[in-house]
């Protein structure tokens, strides 16, 4: 294996010791490379859940992009060396052939496993204990829809609250610190104009890592004061929107909705560019660079595709 030394030197351990069926003799943290993740998983039970092919996807782009982080959930093997937990991180592993660290417990009660990512009906928020919480939890789970339209060629679907288990939730929010960094600012942008705060720190973090995250400070401050806007500006479409309240509506439709058009008036704004209008359709008469409505019983119109925040 090779890894930069200071990295190695963050964790208890570099390669673990194993035993006579290639599982860790002890708990800790490791660097798991694709032969040892590929071993790991042949002492997979039948009983693991089915594996998620976009998890997968998901998990490895993260490694091979650098943003994998080492964080407290773990793979997981039984007393009798059975794999119990992590089958996906493994699999990212193999598909990624990048060496990553993670940590491993050895050992567990087998009858841990029936409740392992239950979450026993609790949401994920419950778990944290940090300031915002709730917007922070979801935000990730807006970003991890966004990442699931792409993997589908931009496809909008609805924003269902369930899509995603807790577990993908958590690592969501270890692989966007930016969204602990910029809640306070989506917070503040809310309680200005109404904006959803969710949404809002959704489309702030990916905006970070975008092309222009420079022009954040500005957009902020135009939804937070209303100043220095006119005709045409995007930040004032989207503003006149949230004070209107024409984004209040709890159905999962309208959620994609407000997800679509504050990505578009973002791009603008970072693209300096100047709008007519803002809306983002889900159900409408066919044009360009639309897509059929796959839901809603006889439904014949057409829906945008979800944009890439620019």
Request: aromatic letters at 8%.
């Given at each position: 294996?090779?890894?930069?030394?200071?990295?190695?030197?963050?964790?208890?351990?570099?390669?673990?010791?194993?035993?006579?069926?290639?599982?860790?003799?002890?708990?800790?943290?490791?660097?798991?490379?694709?032969?040892?993740?590929?071993?790991?998983?042949?002492?997979?039970?039948?009983?693991?859940?089915?594996?998620?092919?976009?998890?997968?996807?998901?998990?490895?782009?993260?490694?091979?992009?650098?943003?994998?982080?080492?964080?407290?959930?773990?793979?997981?093997?039984?007393?009798?060396?059975?794999?119990?937990?992590g089958q996906h991180?493994?699999?990212?592993?193999?598909?990624?052939?990048?060496?990553?660290?993670?940590?491993?417990?050895?050992?567990?009660?087998?009858?841990?496993?029936?409740?392992?990512?239950?979450?026993?009906?609790?949401?994920?928020?419950?778990?944290?204990?940090?300031?915002?919480?709730?917007?922070?939890?979801?935000?990730?789970?807006?970003?991890?829809?966004?990442?699931?339209?792409?993997?589908?060629?931009?496809?909008?679907?609805?924003?269902?609250?369930?899509?995603?288990?807790?577990?993908?939730?958590?690592e969501a929010v270890?692989?966007?610190?930016?969204?602990?960094?910029?809640?306070?600012?989506?917070?503040?942008?809310?309680?200005?104009?109404?904006?959803?705060?969710?949404?809002?720190?959704?489309?702030?973090?990916?905006?970070?890592?975008?092309?222009?995250?420079?022009?954040?400070?500005?957009?902020?401050?135009?939804?937070?004061?209303?100043?220095?806007?006119?005709?045409?500006?995007?930040?004032?479409?989207?503003?006149?929107?949230?004070?209107?309240?024409?984004?209040?509506?709890?159905?999962?439709?309208?959620?994609?909705?407000?997800?679509?058009?504050?990505?578009?008036?973002?791009?603008?704004?970072?693209?300096?560019?100047r709008l007519k209008?803002?809306?983002?359709?889900?159900?409408?008469?066919?044009?360009?660079?639309?897509?059929?409505?796959?839901?809603?019983?006889?439904?014949?119109?057409?829906?945008?595709?979800?944009?890439?925040?620019?």
């Open positions: 294996m090779t890894a930069d030394e200071s990295d190695q030197n963050k964790y208890s351990f570099r390669v673990p010791i194993l035993n006579e069926n290639g599982v860790p003799v002890r708990s800790g943290e490791y660097w798991i490379d694709a032969d040892l993740a590929s071993k790991w998983l042949g002492r997979n039970t039948t009983k693991n859940r089915k594996r998620s092919a976009p998890r997968v996807k998901r998990y490895a782009a993260a490694m091979s992009e650098g943003r994998w982080k080492l964080t407290h959930q773990s793979i997981a093997f039984d007393e009798n060396d059975n794999l119990i937990d991180r493994l699999h990212a592993v193999v598909q990624s052939k990048t060496v990553v660290p993670m940590r491993v417990d050895v050992g567990a009660d087998p009858s841990t496993f029936s409740v392992i990512d239950t979450g026993y009906g609790r949401v994920a928020s419950q778990f944290m204990h940090v300031s915002n919480a709730n917007i922070i939890m979801g935000a990730a789970r807006i970003i991890l829809f966004a990442e699931s339209c792409r993997a589908k060629g931009g496809e909008a679907s609805l924003m269902y609250r369930g899509n995603f288990d807790n577990d993908v939730i958590f270890d692989q966007w610190p930016e969204l602990k960094e910029y809640a306070s600012i989506a917070t503040r942008i809310y309680r200005a104009c109404g904006s959803s705060s969710t949404n809002m720190l959704a489309v702030l973090a990916q905006a970070s890592r975008g092309k222009a995250p420079e022009a954040i400070d500005s957009f902020a401050e135009k939804m937070i004061t209303g100043e220095d806007m006119t005709k045409g500006d995007p930040v004032l479409l989207l503003r006149n929107r949230a004070i209107a309240r024409m984004d209040r509506s709890l159905t999962y439709r309208d959620k994609t909705v407000l997800y679509g058009t504050t990505v578009k008036a973002w791009n603008a704004h970072a693209k300096g560019e209008f803002l809306r983002f359709t889900y159900d409408g008469k066919s044009t360009d660079d639309m897509l059929p409505v796959s839901s809603g019983r006889g439904s014949t119109g057409m829906k945008e595709k979800i944009p890439e925040v620019y």
